[in-house]
């Protein structure tokens, strides 16, 4: 019995140590184990199951009421939640113990709790918590996010974006250039993008712990998860909706810029200036015929207009990427030409975002209950271009100018998502309220303290003697 033990043991830490394939043995049985074979094979040993996902019931959605005279609501259940999802900033020590304190926490006071994960961390944790822990997980992110009624994030502000984002995408295939691709592995759809899915474009509310570099977005220390956690399951919690917006990509007639000096009118009528095709990419402008720049910076293209928009918490930027050159994007404001930005690039930022790469490029803090989107250009070759803050009922068009000497390239909350070409555009605009991100908040002094508590706003400077 010892025996049997010991060989356990070093079968579970060569297990965990070894990337792809494993060869061990138990009382002499040889045993090769895949990557895919991994976690089954610890969680046995441990006595661990990890379940599948698909057998538990379909999420539910909580009421949000509004809060008089404040921007926040109550988060009301009309039944207990059962089904959490708990994602973690990946390959960080604090994380990984705080997430595993956490189930076990759950696995021992709340019994009801379904514990969702996506594969990767379901192999990575299930060995390491109780062996009591009702853990579920699912090849597919549509099954899990079709279950989980409450996202629980451990991380920094990124690790809320990932969340977001993980229950705003196609999980069947992604579209990089001409190509569909599908994957095995839900982690391989950060290496090329995400498509909106309208099923599942509602995000379970979202309860956040700060374990990360930034935490502008994390009310909450580690050290309350008991307090916080029993609120919201119990109805006794407040939270804050984040707008986001989404953009589809448009094909657009090639012409001259309704702002260069070489038109013979000074503006174009609104379909010249802006006019989305019905045609594919292709159909529209010669690929092969693009300068040599622009096929060696940007090489793969973005979803075309008849496919999925595409959600943004923060910001989508619309950049140069490795070109050396300045780009040339002509912006229009619901049809009509507002100007034609020369500069590395441009922001189209959420209030959430303003906070993030747009603050860094010099635009405002705008509160997250304020509804409007900034354009907020980076590095502009004008001194007079400065960042605009529009209402939401407009809609942004941008497209890469005829006369721009590159493609651009295109992010989405940080995450690549392809390129644009000459005579290619981005139609831009906010969504409704029920598609925003409703964060779990401690009180409504949790933006005025983030912005004198992590970035120090409006300090003195001291000179030290």
């Not at 990427?321 to 912006?331: A, F, M, Q, W, Y």
Request: some cysteine; hydrophobic content about 35%; proline content about 7%.
């Amino acid at each position: 019995m010892t025996q049997n033990l010991f060989h356990n043991r070093i079968l579970i830490q060569k297990l965990i140590q070894k990337p792809l394939f494993i060869s061990s043995s138990i009382n002499g049985q040889r045993l090769v184990r895949s990557f895919s074979e991994r976690a089954s094979t610890i969680n046995a040993l441990r006595g661990c199951i990890v379940n599948d996902a698909i057998t538990l019931r379909e999420k539910i959605s909580p009421n949000y009421i509004p809060v008089h005279k404040s921007e926040l609501s109550h988060l009301k259940w009309n039944q207990q939640p059962e089904n959490i999802f708990l994602t973690k900033k990946p390959w960080n020590d604090n994380a990984r113990e705080a997430i595993i304190e956490f189930i076990n926490y759950v696995t021992k006071e709340h019994p009801s709790i379904n514990i969702l994960l996506d594969p990767i961390s379901s192999e990575e944790l299930g060995p390491l918590v109780s062996p009591h822990a009702k853990l579920f997980t699912h090849n597919e992110p549509s099954v899990i996010t079709s279950k989980t009624d409450l996202i629980i994030t451990f991380g920094g502000d990124g690790t809320i974006l990932h969340a977001a984002n993980y229950f705003a995408r196609n999980p069947e295939s992604v579209s990089q250039g001409k190509k569909a691709i599908s994957f095995q592995n839900p982690s391989d759809l950060n290496k090329v993008g995400y498509n909106y899915n309208p099923s599942i474009s509602q995000v379970p509310p979202v309860l956040s712990f700060s374990l990360g570099t930034l935490g502008f977005l994390l009310p909450f220390p580690f050290s309350s998860y008991n307090e916080a956690f029993t609120n919201v399951i119990n109805s006794d919690a407040k939270v804050l909706n984040r707008m986001r917006i989404k953009c589809n990509k448009d094909v657009i007639v090639p012409s001259r810029s309704p702002f260069s000096s070489n038109n013979s009118s000074s503006f174009m009528t609104e379909k010249e200036a802006f006019r989305p095709s019905n045609l594919s990419v292709s159909e529209s402008i010669d690929h092969n015929n693009l300068p040599l720049a622009a096929a060696a910076f940007h090489t793969s293209s973005l979803t075309s207009s008849h496919e999925r928009p595409i959600l943004a918490m923060n910001d989508i930027t619309l950049h140069r990427g490795r070109s050396p050159h300045l780009t040339r994007l002509v912006i229009s404001l619901s049809n009509l030409p507002l100007t034609t930005c020369i500069a590395d690039g441009l922001i189209v930022s959420t209030p959430t975002g303003s906070t993030a790469y747009s603050l860094s490029s010099g635009g405002p803090i705008i509160h997250p209950s304020v509804p409007c989107i900034l354009l907020n250009p980076i590095c502009p070759r004008s001194l007079s271009f400065r960042p605009v803050v529009i209402p939401v009922g407009e809609t942004i068009q941008v497209h890469v100018d005829e006369e721009s000497r590159d493609g651009i390239d295109v992010s989405v909350d940080g995450i690549e998502m392809g390129g644009l070409r000459r005579g290619e555009g981005l139609t831009i605009e906010s969504v409704g309220k029920e598609a925003g991100i409703w964060c779990v908040v401690d009180s409504h002094a949790d933006w005025v303290g983030g912005l004198n508590g992590l970035l120090g706003f409006n300090s003195v400077f001291e000179i030290h003697k």
